[in-house]
């Protein structure tokens, strides 16, 4: 069982940056792969970002290629997602999930925990 707690969403202007944070309970958070993932009002949820239990391995929406940087530190069991030179397309709230499968993973059902969220809006 894991839990996760997302933090660092909040209110920016186009152009500027976010880093989130998910902090994982649970002695295995290593052994997942871990993904991010957002959803606009009225939208489907979709993938942002994943990242190899490992960290060795990442692969990114083309939407925010270039832009997002997913990242682990698994001593603190924590994955992060930092985004740069956001937009107002960007705006959603953004959820962080663990999977037990290995990646890349960017289907939602192939995650077996999420977190509750936190909301990213950006302004033009």
């Known amino acids: 069982q894991v839990q996760l707690v997302e933090s660092g969403g909040g209110l920016v202007q186009a152009g500027g940056s976010l880093r989130l944070s998910c902090a994982a309970s649970g002695r295995t958070f290593s052994s997942y792969t871990m993904g991010w993932f957002r959803q606009a009002p009225g939208k489907e949820r979709e993938f942002v970002a994943t990242i190899s239990y490992s960290g060795g391995g990442t692969y990114y929406a083309n939407s925010v290629k270039g832009r997002f940087t997913i990242s682990r530190d698994n001593a603190k069991n924590t994955v992060y997602l930092q985004m740069n030179s956001l937009k107002p397309e960007d705006t959603a709230t953004y959820y962080c999930?663990?999977?037990?499968?290995?990646?890349?993973?960017?289907?939602?059902?192939?995650?077996?925990?999420w977190g509750q969220g936190t909301q990213v809006t950006v302004s033009s």
């Open positions: 999930a663990a999977g037990t499968l290995r990646g890349p993973l960017t289907a939602p059902y192939n995650y077996n925990y």
